[in-house]
């Protein structure tokens, strides 16, 4: 139980680096648009497979 | 892809003609468009291999401009590059001498849109950097000016369908940014001080009697320490708030609701120092926290609904355009170049081509034409314009390219007034005091009543416990609940009502639909489409069949942008007629007609045919020869789709309706006795409108209005809540509380239904919160109150709130 002593003020430490990083992410605009990279990264997932093998043909008009 | 697809245009969806289809090869598959600007924009979208996006996007696409078939930058984009207006919209950013813009993205429907732009910028030579917000529809670039020019950036946004203006970030805009990431690291603050005070709670819930003193001195004093930043920096602003509204009583005699939350946590906090310091009785402190990131929580949800809401400069600059064809030596050289409007001046000469938007007001000098201010006026017909006539920023220029002296620009213009009056009419909105406000306030007196009361009463039985008790009661009463009940009511049916097609921008409309007892419509773009539909084809000649007679018609009309011009076009179409040739070319007569060898198409008047005085007609022309008349046209405004369904609905509830309008007064009449509306006036200026909604205002009603026009933003923004159609003029949209993006009215009867379910629901969740807080008040006031016990019963009350406000989400 003496390990209390140590883990809780270790605890607070890490509240208090997880409010830094909270605070370094807001300013970063990490929260500014929530919905958008999460509608991208299924849009980027299909790209490959359609576009890799079809691309230099459609540069010629 | 099925063949039947073909039958419609790949990228725009609209429907082909066979005779006029382009068609070609797109990943082996051929793919048959409308019009060259559309064939455009499918290849370099698929020379990209950006073509998932057809796959994935959630509607189809708008018709683009035949220009972008070259790859040339438009003239009107080029003015952009000028030095005037490149300092204005962007910065320079980095030590390479690379520039920085913001540019408001338009047409923008789904997540597919967002991310194909991002995917096209990102693509393009010189762009370092593109970041899109889905949310603002705003997008952020830093580019090289030595590789791509500002206007290249803008081409490349249309040469893939869709629209960009630079966008000035003004003040209020980095303000309103400030403010909502300082709540959001506030409100973190206090969840991440919550869960962690609630953990070191958590052998006192369970009931752990064996805790020794000095680990129960541990896990308090290092709670304490976390509550402390969630009091000074989290709730600073509560206090701050308590305090202004205490100091201002003796002007406003209200109490805020800050004051009994600020109290409350003040009260609890000294309190569970207190015991602390002694090592008697409770601490309070994972009350404390939860209270504080719920309420901000609830707050940070507002704030996101409210700063959605355009400000009226931002949609005036939309408004517009931000360039103009200035005409230099006028009259006699007539140089044209093309300028940013904001560099013209009054008394310089401007050219204004049909098709385009007047960007100044000023006076017609040279060649006539005929222009449409249904927009700003409501007035739905195009009026002629004679040398000397005044014209408006704003209004649509359609017949000819006319020649105008600049009075007023910028500031000044009509436009510009009428902005300002939507500004002023926001300011003296009456301020709707919720439901929810209403309760938690009567709640919060009678917390603030019970806890004193027994804190007085436990004085005389027993002095030591008075303090406790005190404490006790006004924690021990479960805010959560109350803070929750509404948020998430609305939150839910936010969700629902944009399904429908509503777009709600101020939180207050899902109540406000419930206590409306006016209803204010207005009639071009609202009750009617504004757009003439050619009717019936009446004192046919003897020997013509109707067809030939609508095929001629057409063919005189053939490449005019008026609206009635337009509208037999579209009959012609649908008849799928083939039109004859003229063998002689069409005469355009201002004010009296088109005419084409022996053939005359136009006014009554000039054909010398009789007139039926059928008044609420939008109009009627005439087609004759050299034998006389041969057929005449009617054409009749279009209501709205689903406009029966609504009006019955909103009978239902005795609304009363008014129809407001500015066209003319035989017309608004007609259409109210059409369509059953008693109280209308026509022949009306915004500020008649203005006037009209402040006098029903005064007679204590309560009103709901829904418009479309510039001419509508000050009667939209001053009753109590507003609709705006989507496809409106964006002033309109500015002071409106919601946005209409469905094209018939019938969403709005099935949301008006819905409007009373969430009231209802409200309802139980407050009344919920209040039977708990009936069950633990009395409980703590006789210091029964066991910690854990108030932990489940809280945790269990928020969860039925919140899942009796998921209910909502099934329409």
Known sequence: ?61 | MSKSLNSICYHCGSSLLPNEAYSTDLNGVSRSFCCAGCMAIAQTIHGEGLEVFYARRAQSSDKPSAYLASDQIPAKLLPYDDPSLLGRFTRPVGDEGDLETTLRLEKIRCAACVWLCEQHLRRSPGVKDVQINYVTQKVKIIFSPKQVSLARLLFEIERIGYEAWPFEPSLSVERSKKEKRQLLTRLGVALLGMMQVMMYAWPSYVGANDITVEYDLLLGWTSWALTVPVMLYSAGPIFQAAWRSVQSFKQTHMLGMDVPIALALALAFTAGTINLVTGSGQSYFDSITMFVAFILAARYVELLARQDAQGGAEALAKQLPATCERVLNYPQAQQIELVPVVNCMPGEILRVSPGEVVPADGMLIACESSVDESLLTGESKPIDKKIGDRIYAGTHNILNPLIMRIDAVGQSTRIAGIASLLDQALLAKPLMVSLAEKWAGYFVGFLLLCAFLSSAIWLYIDPSKAWTVLVAVLVASCPCALSLAVPTAMAAAQGAVTRLGLLIVRGHVMEGLVKASDLVLDKTGTLTMGQPELKEIVNLRSGYRREEALALATALEGGQRHPLALSLLRAAELENLSLPVLSEPVINQLGKGLSSGAYRLGSSSWIGAHQDLQTGQYGQVHLADEQGLIASFIFLDTPRVGLQDFLSAVRARNITVHLVSGDDPATVAWWAQKVGIESYQGGCTPEDKYDYIERLQSAGRFVWAIGDGVNDAPLLARADISIAVGAGAPLASAGADAILTASSLTPLAKILLLADKTQMVIKENLMWALIYNLVAIPAAMMGLVNPWIAGVGMSLSSLAVTLNAWRLRKV
């Open chain 1, 1 to 61: 139980m003496e390990s209390l002593f140590l883990l809780i003020p270790l605890s607070l430490v890490l509240v208090g680096l997880l409010a830094w990083i909270l605070r370094w992410s807001v300013k970063n605009g990490q929260f500014d648009d929530l919905d958008g990279p999460g509608e991208a990264i299924l849009m980027d997932d299909d790209a490959p497979k359609v576009g890799n093998s079809v691309k230099p043909t459609q540069k010629t008009q």
